[in-house]
């Protein structure tokens, strides 16, 4: 059975930091393109950022360049996010998805992140 739990949402201010990550079981993370998508309050999904197998050309929306950081240790069969200078904006539930994310079969339960002074 293909799982993903994600962890390390919180609370946190703007201009803060917070890593996020995402075990994964039943199929190998090393196999998959991996991604982070993001769902603020009352708003559709969005696509935040994807890894490929190799790790070696990590893929960002424009909203979250320059800050996010996404990685992979298929050792610990886990995807991460490293979310810096958050911004309010940036508020809303993150999930890790397993190659096609549109797929809801392939997103996590989420983790919450509020990002608020």
């Known amino acids: 059975e293909v799982q993903l739990v994600e962890s390390g949402g919180g609370l946190v201010q703007p201009g803060g930091s917070l890593r996020l990550s995402c075990a994964a079981s039943g199929f190998m993370i090393s196999q998959y393109s991996m991604s982070w998508v993001r769902q603020a309050p009352e708003q559709g999904l969005e696509w935040v950022s994807t890894t490929n197998t190799g790790n070696n050309n990590p893929l960002y929306s424009d909203s979250v360049k320059g800050r996010f950081t996404i990685s992979r240790d298929n050792a610990k069969n886990t995807v991460y996010l490293q979310m810096n200078s958050l911004k309010t904006e940036d508020t809303g539930v993150y999930y890790c998805?397993?190659?096609?994310?549109?797929?809801?079969?392939?997103r996590g339960q989420g983790t919450q992140v509020t990002v608020s002074s």
């Open positions: 998805a397993k190659s096609a994310w549109r797929d809801r079969a392939n």
